[in-house]
Each structure stands twice: as C-alpha cells, then as structure tokens.
C-alpha cells in the first residue's frame, strides 16, 4: 500500500516469495505507465517487475478486502489521508507497517493508531525496519531488516517472506520501541546533513551521532521501557545509515539548509518526502508529557520551526556533548 521508493523495493522483496500480490496506489495514471512500463515510472524505474504477477488497484477498500496481509508504506504526513478511506473491517487481518513516522495530529506511532482505530489486535500488528535503503534492496546489496511484533512467530512467518540471499530478516518483539527509532533516526540525519552542508567536519558529525543514539535511548526507555540493546542494528545501525548515506533524504534535506538556505526552500527543493521533517514536530509534542532531555531534537526543532540559524544551533549543542 503506496507507490514511493520504499514500497517498490518491499515489492519486489515479496514477490521473491509470493506468488502474486496485490499494489494500492492511489494514482490510476502510474498503474497505468507501470502495468505499460514494467517498472515503477517514478521510483527505483530500473527495477523490473513481472506485472502478471501483480494486481494493481487505486480501490483501498477493495485491496483491504482482498489481502490477507497489508503492507502500509505511505509516507506519515499523507497516511491518514489513505487510511481514513477505509471502510471495510480489516480487525482480523496482519497490518504491517513500513512508515517511518508518527501519525501528524493525532501523535501517535502506527502501531497504535491501527490498533485504536481498526481493533488490529497487536499481536497481528507488526512493523519493518533497519538499516536499509530501497535503493541499494534494489541493487541487490547486502540487506538487514528487523521485523518487529509482539508475537515474535508471526514477525519470523512475515520476515521470511521478505528475504532472499542477499536479504536477512531479524525478529524482534520490541514494536513501539522501532518505530520511535525510525522517527528518531531521521530526526538526527537532518542534524547530520546540517553538518555536512556547513562542512563541519567528521569530528563534529561523530559527536552529534553518538550523542543522539544517547538521546535516542534516554527518550525510547522513558516512552517504552522495556530491555533492550540500543547498539542493535534497528536502532544504532538504522541511525547510522541514515546520517551518513548518500540515499538518505534526510541527510540531504539538512545538507541543504546547512549550506545557508531556507528551510522552505530546502523542502521544494526535495523531490521525495523528508519524514524528519514531519517526526520533529511529533516527537517534541510527544515529549512535553516525558520531559525527556533532547538538546538535539529541540535545536534541529528550532531550526526547522523557529527559524534559528543553523550553523549556530548545531555549534551550540557542542556544550552538551560528551
């Protein structure tokens, strides 16, 4: 369910190991050029499909009706926008979900707003994350993913379905504590970009992310305690991933601004969605009933909602680190 880089390469993954599937996309025109094509038009165009083995549909209700599984990969600012089209009862099927944001409005993690909204019992809710870009799933790269649910079973069954040779799948039971990681995550990669862009240097950028994976854990621990390692690949890893790789949106969004321009025009100048953007916002309204330390969230904050100036904000976090 969604038509963006992510979802293409999830995509493909699947039909690694299913027979056929069936694609929401909202826009009859790209099913249209990719039912032509072969390929997305859009994202990830040298991807091939086998479209046989693919029914495409811009009826949610009708894909809700007829999966047994769905795979939500919308990105959060537009999601309720798809989700509030449905009206059939999906209360008994496995909702999966690979959307690296919090719910705008309502503050909440998928996780929960699925099981408030739709009665998705949580041990059918199950979520996709990790140190993963779907460009390099679709080059075929070395790839790790933690499928995360509270019934650690159902995450394997769901987790075989995406792998492949090149493709390992981790389990975890740890459900709310990914997807605040995959907020988080992306929240700091803006912050890491900002550095690039001011060319900072490596010594800067190390410092901010290995105090943000600290600030990561200090706030997860408080909204959802419960043990865990935050050096494991979903959380660490996915940081990492995010804050230094060319692919990530996020860390060119802040490049952007952390070479001297407007966050307006450092928004109309991506041509995907940068989730951070949206996650900062959610994640500092979420914390004023934890009142978690977060020097990092409230300056990357400032700079995006307060008009601070980058490069001082980013210096001035220099007193924090350690």
């Given at each position: 369910?969604?038509?963006?880089?992510?979802?293409?390469?999830?995509?493909?993954?699947?039909?690694?190991?299913?027979?056929?599937?069936?694609?929401?996309?909202?826009?009859?025109?790209?099913?249209?050029?990719?039912?032509?094509?072969?390929?997305?038009?859009?994202?990830?165009?040298?991807?091939?499909?086998?479209?046989?083995?693919?029914?495409?549909?811009?009826?949610?209700?009708?894909?809700?009706n007829h999966a047994d599984t769905l795979l939500m990969v919308m990105p959060s600012p537009y999601f309720k926008t798809h989700i509030n089209k449905i009206a059939v009862d999906i209360s008994d099927k496995n909702v999966v979900s690979a959307v690296k944001g919090i719910v705008?409005?309502?503050?909440?993690?998928?996780?929960?707003?699925?099981?408030?909204?739709?009665?998705?019992?949580?041990?059918?809710?199950?979520?996709?994350?990790?140190?993963?870009?779907?460009?390099?799933?679709?080059?075929?790269?070395?790839?790790?993913?933690?499928?995360?649910?509270?019934?650690?079973?159902?995450?394997?069954?769901?987790?075989?379905?995406?792998?492949?040779?090149?493709?390992?799948?981790?389990?975890?039971?740890?459900?709310?504590?990914?997807?605040?990681?995959?907020?988080?995550?992306?929240?700091?990669?803006?912050?890491?970009?900002?550095?690039?862009?001011?060319?900072?240097?490596?010594?800067?950028?190390?410092?901010?992310?290995?105090?943000?994976?600290?600030?990561?854990?200090?706030?997860?621990?408080?909204?959802?305690?419960?043990?865990?390692?935050?050096?494991?690949?979903?959380?660490?890893?996915?940081?990492?991933?995010?804050?230094?790789?060319?692919?990530?949106?996020?860390?060119?969004?802040?490049?952007?601004?952390?070479?001297?321009?407007?966050?307006?025009?450092?928004?109309?100048?991506?041509?995907?969605?940068?989730?951070?953007?949206?996650?900062?916002?959610?994640?500092?309204?979420?914390?004023?009933?934890?009142?978690?330390?977060?020097?990092?969230?409230?300056?990357?904050?400032?700079?995006?909602?307060?008009?601070?100036?980058?490069?001082?904000?980013?210096r001035a976090l220099g007193k924090w680190f350690i």
């Amino acid at each position: 369910m969604g038509g963006g880089s992510w979802a293409t390469a999830l995509a493909r993954l699947l039909l690694r190991n299913c027979d056929s599937i069936l694609w929401y996309m909202r826009r009859d025109d790209r099913i249209e050029d990719f039912k032509r094509l072969g390929h997305n038009p859009a994202y990830l165009t040298d991807v091939q499909f086998d479209v046989s083995r693919i029914e495409f549909s811009s009826d949610i209700n009708y894909v809700c009706n007829h999966a047994d599984t769905l795979l939500m990969v919308m990105p959060s600012p537009y999601f309720k926008t798809h989700i509030n089209k449905i009206a059939v009862d999906i209360s008994d099927k496995n909702v999966v979900s690979a959307v690296k944001g919090i719910v705008p409005g309502d503050n909440e993690i998928i996780s929960d707003f699925v099981m408030h909204h739709f009665g998705v019992k949580s041990d059918k809710v199950l979520v996709v994350a990790g140190p993963c870009h779907a460009e390099e799933v679709a080059l075929d790269r070395p790839s790790f993913l933690t499928v995360g649910c509270h019934n650690v079973q159902n995450a394997i069954e769901f987790g075989n379905k995406l792998s492949s040779p090149n493709t390992r799948t981790i389990p975890s039971s740890d459900v709310e504590g990914i997807e605040y990681a995959a907020v988080l995550k992306n929240v700091y990669s803006i912050g890491a970009g900002i550095v690039h862009g001011m060319k900072g240097g490596d010594n800067l950028l190390a410092m901010l992310v290995s105090n943000a994976i600290r600030e990561m854990e200090r706030f997860i621990d408080e909204a959802c305690p419960r043990p865990r390692c935050i050096c494991d690949s979903v959380y660490l890893g996915d940081l990492l991933v995010t804050a230094y790789s060319r692919f990530s949106r996020n860390h060119n969004f802040g490049s952007i601004i952390g070479k001297g321009y407007s966050v307006s025009t450092a928004r109309m100048e991506m041509e995907q969605t940068a989730e951070g953007y949206y996650g900062t916002k959610c994640i500092k309204e979420i914390n004023k009933k934890y009142g978690v330390e977060m020097p990092i969230l409230d300056a990357v904050y400032d700079i995006l909602y307060r008009h601070a100036n980058a490069e001082r904000a980013i210096r001035a976090l220099g007193k924090w680190f350690i």
